[in-house]
């Protein structure tokens, strides 16, 4: 009898054989036959981790010895090795400083996902469930991507997101079969934030989309339940700038938890982002009152990039200078009129009739 003849043959019989003959201890034949394949993924499992191959026997003594933990270490393994495929990364909780305690978005992320998240008990108690599906939409750069990496640093989970790159690979035709696969993959993960961006793209209405679009769409209405059907803790985020653009299924209660808003920045919030670049530069004397006030339809990556030239410029003064170069206000007011905001009063008008119809927190 080889090591795997009761898998090939099915039959309870064999694998009581095999599992009394390695262990001396005996099954109920329905135990054995789920027993079986568990000693043969310790005995590779085993085999990895010493770096040879480890004997049936030995392997079925240890298994039938330390049940419990030896399925949760090879369960650890392979969620690792997962993780591992899928680009997994880690994000610290210091991004979550960055945003300002005012701004709305964050308040309702704290309040409707962290803190359920972070005191499970307590929200047991209260019969409040987390949210497990979540979708941010609002204009270009304000900062929905950051808020998905600053949820998965708060709550020290990883970062997982879902490029186009991914579901493309096998061509368009492929999209949907690869985000089943990708999907499956994440079901088995624990504590682990799934980012989809651009969202639009691959959940489109149907109404008017191709035959592929529209699989892809169906695919992604099956995915979802699934996903919220698991008892892991597993968040599905994913963020679009035309939140009017995805399928209608998609937006009614029951697929989606929570449909957040996220728009431009008060004074308040855009201090606090220009504190934390102003930090990061060799700052002198600058108005802050009046930086906040010239930066009135930027957004998160709007600031990011103006810093950006800020430091481009200082580093080159220096380096021509060779004298210690302190960006100013005078320095802020040369270069901020080179940079184009992104928000407009008819952006920030669209983004009000949408926040009106579609957010759900």
């Not at 991507?145 to 368009?172: N, Q, R």
């Not at 998160?300 to 080159?316: C, G, H, N, T």
Request: charged content about 25%.
């Amino acid at each position: 009898m080889t090591e795997d003849s009761c898998i090939e043959e099915s039959t309870p019989e064999a694998c009581v054989s095999k599992i009394f003959e390695i262990s001396g201890v005996k099954f109920d034949p329905e135990i054995a036959v789920d027993l079986w394949p568990k000693i043969l993924q310790h005995k590779w499992l085993l085999s990895e981790k010493l770096g040879r191959d480890v004997g049936l026997r030995t392997a079925g003594v240890d298994f039938v010895d330390n049940m419990e933990q030896a399925v949760n270490e090879y369960l650890a393994y392979k969620r690792k090795d997962l993780l591992n495929s899928l680009g997994a990364q880690t994000i610290g909780r210091k991004i979550w400083d960055t945003i300002s305690d005012s701004q709305p978005p964050k308040q309702l992320v704290q309040r409707r996902i962290i803190l359920p998240l972070t005191q499970p008990e307590l929200a047991a108690k209260h019969g409040v469930i987390p949210p497990k599906t979540i979708i941010f939409f609002g204009p270009p750069g304000t900062g929905k991507t950051h808020f998905v990496k600053a949820i998965a640093g708060v709550l020290s989970w990883h970062y997982i997101e879902i490029v186009p790159s991914m579901l493309m690979v096998d061509g368009v035709e492929k999209v949907g079969a690869n985000l089943r696969t990708i999907m499956e993959k994440a079901r088995n993960l624990e504590e682990a934030v799934i980012f989809i961006d651009e969202f639009e793209e691959i959940a489109g209405s149907r109404d008017s989309a191709s035959r592929t679009d529209k699989s892809i769409t169906n695919e992604l209405l099956k995915q979802v339940p699934l996903l919220k059907s698991q008892g892991n803790r597993i968040l599905l985020v994913c963020a679009t700038n035309y939140i009017h653009q995805l399928d209608a299924a998609l937006l009614r209660p029951g697929r989606f938890d929570c449909i957040i808003p996220v728009g431009g920045l008060n004074d308040d919030e855009r201090l606090t982002i220009l504190n934390y670049y102003i930090a990061r530069i060799n700052a002198g004397d600058i108005d802050m009152a009046w930086l906040v006030e010239h930066t009135a339809r930027f957004t998160p990556a709007d600031i990011e990039y103006f810093f950006q030239q800020v430091a481009q410029y200082a580093f080159e003064l220096e380096l021509a200078g060779q004298t210690d170069f302190k960006v100013n206000t005078a320095t802020l007011q040369q270069i901020l009129p080179q940079i184009r905001p992104t928000l407009t009063d008819e952006i920030i008008a669209a983004f009000e009739k949408d926040r009106a119809k579609f957010a759900r927190v």
